[in-house]
């Protein structure tokens, strides 16, 4: 990568951005600050004049409550961007945000953001136009196992194998990796969304309760698991009769939540162990010394580490803080920019408007 002096001058004045753009929450760090700002991925749209009314927080109170001219959108969906300008909307508001707690005045950011590993050229497109129609002065590409292993402090460097799971909202990332390369990966779309509608399937169908996503999130939260519990919980849900159409609570334990959840515990437990079929001996030997680590808010999920070591053989370890493992790894890419700028992804031939 050519030196630019007008870069590496404006960097020392600028704002370095890292950005975990995911389908539930969005976490940008600044370098030298930290996690700046931890936002649910929604914005509240005016219809007639799509005007944003509510971003983060704020937007994800009003979901099933807005009279009918607002709408709540996601505009993020499966780990990729499905509306293109709410999505610029939420990042030129959170890069705004960054530049408020600024005492001076700064240059346009450098931004590096994390991407699924399975996307599309197109998809990696969507998202670098998004960060620099939102006000970004360069704009970079990480694929989110990558910077998941970065923000957990794997080894990724070294010749012996590491591997992380990094379960989000949309998509779940499988990467095994050594000598900073990928040996094998997956990507699949079946991570918390999903679980949180096999829970609504599921009281649907035993209980002809109907709820909605935020509640089946919480539900999921409180009491859901992947491995049996010491203790069993219970929770009181509350919805809508199916059949009376009148409000109703039931009392639903962690027991059931768990059966509900099977099906796509068992499909993440399966893709980890397709992805350790492909690698060689050597770094299975690897891995039985430093483990499988889990990031992202999936690995909150009660007993799923436990689930994952008892089904694959192997030590299973959460991550210290998760939740902010992909956009602490992209927010290091700016502390040793000249030896972490190989994990970057780079758009289809042709574009130069990423490079530094």
Same mark, same amino acid.
């Given at each position: 990568?050519?030196? $630019? %002096? *007008? ?10 951005? +890292?950005? !975990? ?18 936002? %649910? ?22 979901? &099933?409550?807005?009279?009918? $001219? ?6 993020? @969906? ?7 300008? /709410? ?5 030129e508001y959170f890069i705004g945000r960054v530049h408020?707690?600024? /005492? ?5 950011? @450098?931004?590096?953001? &994390?991407?699924?590993?399975? /996307? ?39 010749? @012996? ?8 909202g949309g998509t779940t990332e499988v990467a095994v990796?050594?000598?900073? +390369? ?10 918390? !969304?999903?679980?949180?509608?096999? *829970?609504?399937?599921?009281?649907? $169908? ?5 709820? &909605? ?42 027991v059931e939540i768990r059966d509900a959840l099977a099906?796509?515990?068992? /499909? ?11 690698? %060689? ?10 483990? *499988? ?28 803080? %998760? ?26 031939? &042709? ?6």
């Amino acid at each position: 990568m050519a030196f $630019n %002096p *007008i870069n590496w001058l404006l960097g020392l004045f600028s704002l370095d951005i +890292g950005i !975990d753009l995911g389908t539930a929450n969005t976490l940008v760090n600044v370098r030298g600050k930290g996690i700046v700002i931890n936002e %649910p991925s929604w914005v509240t749209i005016d219809k007639r004049s799509r005007h944003p009314l509510a971003i983060g927080m704020a937007a994800k109170e009003m979901v &099933g409550r807005t009279p009918g $001219n607002v709408v709540v959108v996601r505009p993020l @969906r499966d780990g990729v961007i499905s509306e293109f300008d /709410v999505t610029q909307i939420m990042l030129e508001y959170f890069i705004g945000r960054v530049h408020e707690q600024s /005492v001076v005045p700064l240059p346009k950011p @450098r931004v590096v953001i &994390g991407i699924p590993a399975g /996307v599309t050229e197109v998809e990696k497109r969507a998202v670098y136009d998004a960060a620099m129609a939102a006000g970004a002065r360069q704009a970079f590409l990480i694929e989110e196992p990558i910077a998941a292993a970065l923000g957990a402090g794997l080894p990724i460097g070294e010749t @012996r194998g590491s591997m992380v799971v990094d379960i989000g909202g949309g998509t779940t990332e499988v990467a095994v990796m050594s000598m900073s +390369g990928v040996v094998a990966s997956r990507s699949l779309r079946v991570a918390g !969304d999903e679980m949180d509608q096999d *829970i609504i399937q599921y009281l649907r $169908n035993k209980y002809n309760l109907l709820i &909605g996503q935020g509640v089946a999130e919480q539900i999921k939260i409180t009491i859901g698991s992947a491995f049996p519990l010491p203790t069993e919980k219970t929770v009181e849900v509350r919805g809508r009769n199916l059949v009376t159409g009148l409000p109703e609570t039931v009392e639903v334990s962690s027991v059931e939540i768990r059966d509900a959840l099977a099906a796509s515990v068992q /499909v993440i437990v399966d893709t980890v162990r397709d992805a350790l079929d492909e690698i %060689p001996p050597e770094i299975v030997s690897d891995l039985m010394d430093i483990g *499988i680590c889990m990031a992202g808010g999936g690995a909150l999920l009660l007993g799923l580490d436990k689930r994952l070591a008892d089904d694959l053989n192997l030590r299973v370890w959460i991550a210290e803080d %998760p939740l902010t493992c992909v956009a602490r790894g992209a927010g290091m890419i700016y502390e040793d920019f000249e030896n972490l700028a190989r994990y970057l992804v780079g758009l289809e031939r &042709g574009s130069t408007r990423h490079r530094a």
